[in-house]
């Protein structure tokens, strides 16, 4: 049931911190750390926490969505996004008229992204898409 440890009753003050102390010393190494919130995409700057998208000082506001899309493709950047984990994510459940919708944002974000010829979010057929940033 996910217990760590017990005290029977009655119990000493001291022997409740030290318990608490020791569990908190053995799930320290389990903390997952926050993915990051902003990237650097080719000449590009994205910051998730702002949907923001900037391209040579030139900031550009992007929908939720989009900032959904843009964020989990950076976090996979050169490896495949599966489109179907992708549209769960987002939207909480697969669905193929879904799937569509999240077609079309990574259209737009194609076109965002167009400034930078080192910059792409090819197809892999029948299985997701894939962030490359050329060097």
Do not use: W
């Not at 009655?10 to 608490?20: A, G, R, S």
């Not at 994205?46 to 899309?69: A, G, P, S």
């Not at 008229?97 to 010829?117: A, Q, T």
């Amino acid at each position: 049931m996910g217990a760590e440890d017990y005290i029977t009753k009655p119990f000493e003050e001291e022997e409740l911190l030290c318990k608490i102390a020791v569990i908190l010393r053995r799930n320290q190494h389990q903390i997952v750390a926050e993915p990051p919130a902003q990237f650097s995409i080719g000449d590009y700057y994205f910051d998730y926490t702002k949907q923001e998208l900037v391209y040579q000082n030139q900031i550009e506001r992007i929908t939720e969505k989009e900032n959904e899309v843009l964020r989990l493709l950076c976090l996979h950047q050169n490896n495949i996004l599966r489109r179907d984990d992708a549209v769960e994510r987002i939207y909480g459940e697969k669905d193929y008229f879904l799937g569509r919708s999240f077609d079309v944002f990574i259209s737009r974000l194609r076109k965002m992204l167009r400034n930078d010829p080192r910059i792409s979010i090819e197809n892999v057929f029948k299985v997701g898409f894939i962030l490359k940033i050329k060097e």
